[in-house]
């Protein structure tokens, strides 16, 4: 029964996703378009994807903040996708994106965010460690290690009893 339920739950999952991520072609003439990541850092790869309304062999994408236009193809399932390169210098902002499928322009929107400075791959430390002596020094608490002492030996004892009493109905 669990098995039905696992399969069930996939393919309900599955189906939700196929119709969240394949729009139908009939849904308007504006076809639908993401990028991956969104929003996209400077120097970043971003996969296009346009989908829906366009039936062109490729489409084209071009925007100020690629490197250089981009070529959309198809695929099997009617979605065209290609791979643009963020400029380095790129500045943190939204950016048109203009797909071009057979001479009909779609306009978009891509958010680019600011770069992050990368880190040095191995910091030199400035100074020696604060190593100090941890839990060592400054005394023993001792009511709490009696206390965890007390508990530890009932969790014991209370094993031991139950292990050593006579079961009910054997004659013991």
């Known amino acids: 029964m669990r098995a039905i339920s696992a399969v069930a739950t996939a393919a309900l999952t599955t189906a939700t996703a196929f119709t969240i991520a394949v ?25 296009l994807s346009v989908s829906g309304g366009c039936e062109a062999e490729s489409a084209t994408a071009r925007s100020d903040a690629f490197e250089s236009q981009v070529t959309l193809s198809t695929g099997s399932a009617g979605i065209y996708t290609g791979t643009a390169k963020i400029r380095p210098s ?74 050593r009493r006579p079961e009910d109905g054997q004659g013991r």
Do not use: N
């Open 23 to 47: 729009p139908s072609a009939t849904a308007g003439d504006q076809p639908s378009f993401s990028a991956t990541p969104d929003p996209a850092k400077p120097g970043d790869d971003v996969v």
């Open 90 to 163: 790129t500045q943190a902002g939204s950016y048109d994106v203009d797909v071009d499928c057979e001479g009909g322009v779609s306009s978009y929107s891509l958010d680019v965010a600011g770069s992050v400075m990368p880190s040095p791959p191995h910091p030199m430390p400035t100074r020696g460690s604060h190593a100090g002596i941890g839990g060592s020094g400054g005394g023993s608490d001792w009511a709490t290690i009696g206390l965890g002492a007390g508990l530890v030996g009932a969790v014991w004892g209370a094993v031991w009893f139950r292990v």
